[in-house]
């Protein structure tokens, strides 16, 4: 019994010993390899996507569209997939603002960074530095950037009156992609407007803050699961509004500049669908 158990001391010993001599593998000019710490956000310039945010060892973050309330939707296996990016202090490259950065609490109890209340992830299937892998997957992940014009939202629509809708403007139980501001303030069209031409806006503005011009200053970059040749812009009453397939955009004064809400699609009766949502599936004016 003694020879028994001095044999598995003798291996537990010589098993602790590979592994201390693993962990402390020195490299070919005797200096252990430093770890890779992750600092921080920056601005990293990518070939085919442009200027895209990512953290100080290149490694790509993303918004999930589903995310548009602010809070995280990816869990379980989703966060196995695409795990989120945390630090406390990051340090911000040139070009983020750090006004723009935040942290949320997830329902599993994980602290996450968000950029413009959105959640940020990475992808497991980046594997280098520089990969973009994760851009337009599913249609629901959009690469991380700091100048979208638009970004776009996969959410059940709810109206005014606190009845779900379609993408159509009538009543019914269905996750809708819809497009919003970089803020994840949703974007609406008006059934009234003809090509390119605002019919709505009073000359004196009055009913502007009823239905506000959705305004830019120039269309930047457009998440690429839509087509930004798609995107202009018209003059109205001195301002720029945002056209989308010769549909200028708004946004909704009782949606009170909550991301997320949707209460235009009820307004000014249920299922009139007088005002709706803009996505990949609306018809070209």
């Keep these: 019994m003694k020879t028994k158990n001095l ?88 070009g983020l603002a750090a006004a723009d950065f935040g942290v949320i609490t997830r329902t599993d109890g994980v602290l996450q960074t968000t950029y413009k209340g959105w959640p940020l992830y990475y992808y497991s299937g980046d594997v280098a530095a520089g990969d973009t892998n994760g851009d337009a997957f599913g249609n629901l992940w959009a690469i991380g950037k700091a100048d979208y014009t638009v970004m776009f939202a ?68 457009i998440p690429t699961v839509l087509d930004k040749t798609q995107f202009t812009t018209i003059t109205v009453i001195g301002k720029t509004q945002l056209v989308f397939k010769g549909h200028p955009t708004y946004q909704f004064g009782q949606d009170a500049g909550v991301r997320g809400n949707t209460k235009g699609v009820s307004f000014p009766t249920p299922g009139a669908a007088v005002w709706k949502i803009t996505n990949s599936n609306t018809v070209v004016l």
Aim: with cysteine; aromatic share 8%.
């Design 7 to 94: 044999s598995k001391r003798a291996m537990a010993f010589f098993a602790a010993i590979i592994l201390l001599s693993t962990a402390c593998k020195k490299t070919d000019n005797g200096t252990a390899p430093a770890p890779v710490v992750v600092t921080g956000l920056q601005l990293t310039t990518n070939a085919k996507l442009g200027s895209v945010i990512t953290d100080n060892t290149g490694k790509s973050v993303y918004f999930f569209s589903k995310d548009v309330a602010g809070t995280s939707a990816c869990v379980g296996q989703c966060a196995v997939t695409w795990p989120s990016f945390y630090n406390p202090n990051p340090t911000i490259g040139t």
């Design 154 to 221: 996969n959410a059940q629509l709810v109206g005014l009156d606190g009845a779900s809708y379609t993408e159509a403007g009538v009543a019914g139980t269905v996750s809708s992609q819809y497009i919003t501001d970089p803020a994840g303030r949703t974007l609406y069209m008006f059934s009234k407007d003809t090509h390119n031409t605002n019919t709505f806006t009073k000359a004196d503005l009055s009913n502007n803050t009823v239905w506000s011009v959705n305004e830019v200053t120039v269309v930047g970059s």
